[in-house]
Structure formats: structure tokens, C-alpha cells
């Protein structure tokens, strides 16, 4: 079992930036990897970006265009999503997801456990 729990949403204007947080526990850290997606009212779950249980390679959705970097610190059992170039569009809830597999993938059927989700708002 893993226990994720997101942090750091909030309200955020247009083109201002934002970290998100994934901290784990119940398991070793550094076996799995770690995805994030979002949901915008109204419509349906979406990837975001994914990394690895190392950290070494990571995935993004096409719509990222270089704004969004995730990264994981393995000795604090915790994933970052850093979000820069905000836009309204950006307003959704993100959560994070552990895949025991530990390559992660665009795919959320790959993963086994979720957070309860953060609020994201991008005001214009």
C-alpha cells in the first residue's frame, strides 16, 4: 500500500507559477514512479507528466510545451510538479499517482494508488 497526499494548490494569476507536492508513505519510495494528472470541471482526467521511480526520465503531455517539470526527492519520499507560465486553462484539481511498476506512464490504468487531488485555480 501507498499513501499519497498532495499539497500546495491554490489560487495563482495568469503566467505566475506554482510547486505542487506528492508526499508518500507505506512503502519504499524509490521503487516507484510517480504520475500526475489533473481534472478540469467539466471534463475528463488527464495526464500530465509522469517520472520515474530513479528520477532519470520523465514524461510530459503534450500540453506542458516546456512549462511543467516534475521532479522526486527519494530521501523526503516526495514528488514535485513545478508549474510556471500558468494559464486559465491550468485550473483543474492535480493529483499525483504511484505506479509499482516504477517506469510511470501516460496512462492513469498504470497506476495503483492516488491522492485525494489539490485545487488549482489560474485566474486571468
Known amino acids: 500500500q501507498v499513501q499519497l497526499v498532495e499539497s500546495g494548490g491554490g489560487l495563482v494569476q495568469a503566467g505566475g507559477s506554482l510547486r505542487l507536492s506528492c508526499a508518500a508513505s507505506g512503502r519504499a519510495f524509490n521503487s516507484i514512479a510517480i504520475g500526475w494528472f489533473r481534472r478540469a470541471p467539466g471534463r475528463e482526467r488527464e495526464f500530465v507528466g509522469a517520472?520515474?521511480?530513479?528520477?532519470?526520465?520523465?514524461y510530459y503531455a503534450d500540453f506542458v510545451q516546456g512549462r511543467f517539470t516534475v521532479s522526486r526527492d527519494n530521501a523526503r519520499s516526495t514528488a514535485y510538479l513545478q508549474m510556471t507560465k500558468m494559464e486559465p486553462e491550468d485550473t483543474a484539481v492535480y493529483f499525483c499517482?504511484?505506479?509499482?511498476w516504477g517506469a510511470g506512464s501516460s496512462w492513469h490504468g498504470d497506476y495503483e494508488y492516488w491522492g485525494q487531488g489539490t485545487q488549482v485555480t489560474v485566474s486571468s
Open positions: 499517482a504511484a505506479d509499482d
Open positions: 517520472i520515474n521511480w530513479s528520477g532519470t526520465t520523465s
